[in-house]
Protein backbone atom coordinates (compact mmCIF):
# COMPACT_ATOMS: atom_id res chain seq x y z
CA UNK A 1 0.00 0.00 0.00
CA UNK A 2 1.67 3.34 -0.93
CA UNK A 3 1.80 5.82 1.42
CA UNK A 4 2.27 9.39 1.19
CA UNK A 5 3.34 12.17 3.50
CA UNK A 6 3.76 15.67 3.49
CA UNK A 7 6.28 17.84 6.15
CA UNK A 8 7.71 21.33 6.36
CA UNK A 9 6.78 24.61 8.20
CA UNK A 10 3.04 25.08 8.61
CA UNK A 11 4.33 29.12 9.39
CA UNK A 12 6.11 30.95 6.51
CA UNK A 13 6.61 34.74 6.32
CA UNK A 14 5.53 36.57 3.46
CA UNK A 15 7.71 37.21 0.89
CA UNK A 16 9.91 34.40 1.67
CA UNK A 17 9.70 30.66 0.24
CA UNK A 18 7.61 28.13 0.96
CA UNK A 19 9.47 24.18 1.43
CA UNK A 20 7.44 20.93 1.53
CA UNK A 21 8.78 17.73 0.99
CA UNK A 22 6.59 14.51 0.11
CA UNK A 23 8.01 11.11 1.63
CA UNK A 24 6.85 8.08 -0.57
CA UNK A 25 6.71 4.55 1.21
CA UNK A 26 5.37 1.16 -0.30
CA UNK A 27 6.46 1.62 -3.68
CA UNK A 28 9.49 3.67 -5.56
CA UNK A 29 9.53 7.17 -7.23
CA UNK A 30 12.10 5.55 -9.34
CA UNK A 31 10.48 2.85 -10.39
CA UNK A 32 8.31 4.91 -13.00
CA UNK A 33 4.89 4.89 -14.48
CA UNK A 34 3.49 7.22 -11.97
CA UNK A 35 3.64 10.92 -12.16
CA UNK A 36 3.83 12.94 -8.73
CA UNK A 37 1.92 16.13 -7.85
CA UNK A 38 1.48 18.77 -5.26
CA UNK A 39 -2.36 20.15 -5.12
CA UNK A 40 -3.48 22.50 -3.08
CA UNK A 41 -6.80 23.83 -0.80
CA UNK A 42 -7.47 27.42 0.37
CA UNK A 43 -9.46 27.34 3.51
CA UNK A 44 -12.72 26.34 2.32
CA UNK A 45 -12.30 26.32 -0.42
CA UNK A 46 -12.02 24.13 -3.80
CA UNK A 47 -8.62 22.08 -4.93
CA UNK A 48 -5.96 23.92 -7.34
CA UNK A 49 -3.33 21.36 -8.77
CA UNK A 50 0.02 23.21 -8.70
CA UNK A 51 2.51 20.63 -10.53
CA UNK A 52 3.88 17.34 -11.12
CA UNK A 53 7.18 15.86 -11.00
CA UNK A 54 8.43 12.81 -13.36
CA UNK A 55 11.43 10.50 -11.30
CA UNK A 56 13.62 11.35 -14.70
CA UNK A 57 13.11 14.99 -13.24
CA UNK A 58 11.04 16.32 -15.75
CA UNK A 59 7.99 18.68 -14.70
CA UNK A 60 5.11 20.79 -15.62
CA UNK A 61 3.21 23.40 -13.56
CA UNK A 62 0.22 25.08 -13.45
CA UNK A 63 0.73 28.59 -15.93
CA UNK A 64 -0.92 30.33 -12.86
CA UNK A 65 2.09 29.55 -10.29
CA UNK A 66 5.12 28.47 -12.78
CA UNK A 67 6.72 31.87 -12.31
CA UNK A 68 6.99 30.57 -8.40
CA UNK A 69 6.86 26.89 -8.73
CA UNK A 70 10.26 24.90 -8.71
CA UNK A 71 9.31 21.16 -7.99
CA UNK A 72 12.11 18.51 -7.43
CA UNK A 73 12.58 15.44 -7.04
CA UNK A 74 14.63 12.85 -4.99
CA UNK A 75 15.08 9.04 -6.03
CA UNK A 76 17.74 8.23 -3.23
CA UNK A 77 15.12 9.38 -0.25
CA UNK A 78 12.30 8.19 -1.96
CA UNK A 79 11.01 12.05 -1.93
CA UNK A 80 9.52 14.92 -3.79
CA UNK A 81 9.40 18.35 -2.91
CA UNK A 82 7.73 21.85 -3.55
CA UNK A 83 9.52 25.27 -3.31
CA UNK A 84 6.56 28.34 -3.76
CA UNK A 85 8.91 31.37 -3.51
CA UNK A 86 7.73 35.02 -3.03
CA UNK A 87 4.38 34.15 -0.82
CA UNK A 88 1.71 36.01 0.27
CA UNK A 89 -1.38 35.23 2.57
CA UNK A 90 -2.85 34.21 -1.01
CA UNK A 91 -0.79 31.20 -0.23
CA UNK A 92 -2.31 29.98 2.91
CA UNK A 93 -3.82 26.16 2.29
CA UNK A 94 -3.76 22.75 2.64
CA UNK A 95 -0.91 21.17 0.46
CA UNK A 96 -0.96 17.75 -0.88
CA UNK A 97 1.14 14.96 -2.15
CA UNK A 98 -0.71 12.54 -5.06
CA UNK A 99 0.17 10.06 -7.14
CA UNK A 100 -0.79 10.44 -10.37
CA UNK A 101 -0.64 7.18 -12.58
CA UNK A 102 1.40 7.54 -15.76
CA UNK A 103 -0.92 7.72 -19.59
CA UNK A 104 -0.07 9.14 -22.83
CA UNK A 105 -2.04 12.27 -20.99
CA UNK A 106 -2.86 13.61 -17.55
CA UNK A 107 -4.53 11.22 -15.04
CA UNK A 108 -6.48 11.57 -11.86
CA UNK A 109 -4.70 11.36 -8.48
CA UNK A 110 -5.39 7.71 -7.01
CA UNK A 111 -2.87 8.36 -3.40
CA UNK A 112 -2.75 11.21 -1.34
CA UNK A 113 -0.87 12.47 1.37
CA UNK A 114 -2.97 13.42 4.59
CA UNK A 115 -1.89 17.17 3.44
CA UNK A 116 -0.50 19.99 6.00
CA UNK A 117 -1.61 23.19 6.53
CA UNK A 118 0.47 26.35 5.69
CA UNK A 119 -0.04 29.90 6.98
CA UNK A 120 1.97 32.93 5.45
CA UNK A 121 1.37 35.32 8.15
CA UNK A 122 4.02 37.70 9.57
CA UNK B 1 -7.66 26.29 -18.90
CA UNK B 2 -10.84 24.43 -18.82
CA UNK B 3 -13.61 25.27 -16.31
CA UNK B 4 -15.67 22.80 -14.03
CA UNK B 5 -18.59 23.61 -12.65
CA UNK B 6 -21.01 21.64 -10.32
CA UNK B 7 -24.88 21.78 -9.35
CA UNK B 8 -25.79 21.90 -7.33
CA UNK B 9 -23.53 23.56 -4.43
CA UNK B 10 -25.60 21.44 -1.98
CA UNK B 11 -27.89 18.54 -1.81
CA UNK B 12 -29.66 17.82 0.63
CA UNK B 13 -30.61 13.86 1.27
CA UNK B 14 -31.94 11.47 3.44
CA UNK B 15 -30.03 8.12 4.37
CA UNK B 16 -31.14 5.52 2.00
CA UNK B 17 -31.94 7.76 -0.75
CA UNK B 18 -30.36 8.44 -4.58
CA UNK B 19 -28.42 11.10 -4.93
CA UNK B 20 -27.61 12.89 -8.36
CA UNK B 21 -24.09 14.76 -8.68
CA UNK B 22 -23.66 17.04 -11.84
CA UNK B 23 -20.17 17.98 -13.54
CA UNK B 24 -19.80 20.68 -16.55
CA UNK B 25 -16.81 21.24 -18.57
CA UNK B 26 -16.46 24.10 -20.38
CA UNK B 27 -14.90 22.88 -23.17
CA UNK B 28 -14.86 18.59 -24.13
CA UNK B 29 -12.79 16.52 -21.93
CA UNK B 30 -13.99 13.03 -24.01
CA UNK B 31 -14.38 10.71 -20.79
CA UNK B 32 -10.63 11.99 -18.94
CA UNK B 33 -13.04 13.06 -15.71
CA UNK B 34 -12.23 12.06 -12.21
CA UNK B 35 -14.72 12.38 -8.88
CA UNK B 36 -13.32 12.46 -5.47
CA UNK B 37 -15.15 12.41 -2.02
CA UNK B 38 -13.73 14.84 1.07
CA UNK B 39 -14.86 14.81 4.52
CA UNK B 40 -13.72 17.12 6.80
CA UNK B 41 -10.34 17.12 7.76
CA UNK B 42 -9.44 14.62 5.05
CA UNK B 43 -7.61 14.48 1.92
CA UNK B 44 -9.82 13.44 -1.03
CA UNK B 45 -10.26 9.94 -2.08
CA UNK B 46 -10.67 8.99 -5.74
CA UNK B 47 -14.13 7.43 -6.38
CA UNK B 48 -14.14 7.22 -10.41
CA UNK B 49 -12.01 7.83 -13.05
CA UNK B 50 -13.08 7.52 -16.80
CA UNK B 51 -15.84 8.83 -16.02
CA UNK B 52 -17.54 5.56 -15.38
CA UNK B 53 -14.51 3.16 -13.70
CA UNK B 54 -15.21 2.61 -10.11
CA UNK B 55 -11.63 3.14 -8.23
CA UNK B 56 -10.31 -0.01 -6.11
CA UNK B 57 -12.35 -0.44 -3.12
CA UNK B 58 -15.43 1.67 -4.08
CA UNK B 59 -18.55 0.13 -3.01
CA UNK B 60 -21.02 -0.66 -5.97
CA UNK B 61 -23.67 2.22 -5.06
CA UNK B 62 -20.97 4.93 -6.18
CA UNK B 63 -21.41 4.82 -10.37
CA UNK B 64 -20.55 7.72 -12.67
CA UNK B 65 -21.86 8.65 -16.41
CA UNK B 66 -20.85 11.06 -19.26
CA UNK B 67 -18.51 12.32 -21.70
CA UNK B 68 -17.91 14.94 -23.49
CA UNK B 69 -19.21 18.46 -21.43
CA UNK B 70 -21.80 16.34 -18.88
CA UNK B 71 -20.84 14.39 -16.61
CA UNK B 72 -22.92 12.68 -13.14
CA UNK B 73 -22.05 10.93 -10.32
CA UNK B 74 -24.88 9.12 -8.76
CA UNK B 75 -25.23 7.52 -5.16
CA UNK B 76 -27.64 4.66 -5.35
CA UNK B 77 -29.12 4.45 -1.70
CA UNK B 78 -27.11 7.35 0.56
CA UNK B 79 -24.89 5.57 3.62
CA UNK B 80 -24.00 7.42 6.43
CA UNK B 81 -20.51 7.58 5.71
CA UNK B 82 -21.19 8.98 2.24
CA UNK B 83 -21.88 12.64 3.86
CA UNK B 84 -19.30 14.70 2.24
CA UNK B 85 -17.96 17.18 -0.45
CA UNK B 86 -17.67 15.51 -4.34
CA UNK B 87 -15.48 17.06 -6.55
CA UNK B 88 -15.13 16.23 -10.09
CA UNK B 89 -11.43 16.88 -12.23
CA UNK B 90 -10.62 16.94 -15.86
CA UNK B 91 -7.37 15.36 -17.00
CA UNK B 92 -7.93 15.67 -20.91
CA UNK B 93 -5.99 19.00 -20.99
CA UNK B 94 -3.14 20.52 -19.00
CA UNK B 95 -3.43 22.49 -16.26
CA UNK B 96 -5.60 19.69 -14.54
CA UNK B 97 -8.78 20.92 -12.93
CA UNK B 98 -10.84 20.88 -10.51
CA UNK B 99 -15.23 21.06 -9.78
CA UNK B 100 -15.88 23.56 -7.13
CA UNK B 101 -17.45 20.77 -5.13
CA UNK B 102 -20.83 19.58 -4.41
CA UNK B 103 -21.55 19.15 -0.37
CA UNK B 104 -24.00 16.51 -0.16
CA UNK B 105 -25.67 16.74 3.91
CA UNK B 106 -28.21 15.12 5.63
CA UNK B 107 -32.28 16.27 5.08
Known amino acids: QVQLQESGPGLVKPSQTLSLTCTVSGGSISSGGYYWSWIRQHPGKGLEWIGYIYYSGSTYYNPSLKSRVTISVDTSKNQFSLKLSSVTAADTAVYYCAREPLDIVATYFDYWGQGTLVTVSS | EIVMTQSPATLSVSPGERATLSCRAS??????LAWYQQKPGQAPRLLIYGASTRATGIPARFSGSGSGTEFTLTISSLQSEDFAVYYC?????????FGPGTKVDIK
Open chain 2, 27 to 32: QSVSSN
Open chain 2, 89 to 97: QQYNNWPLT
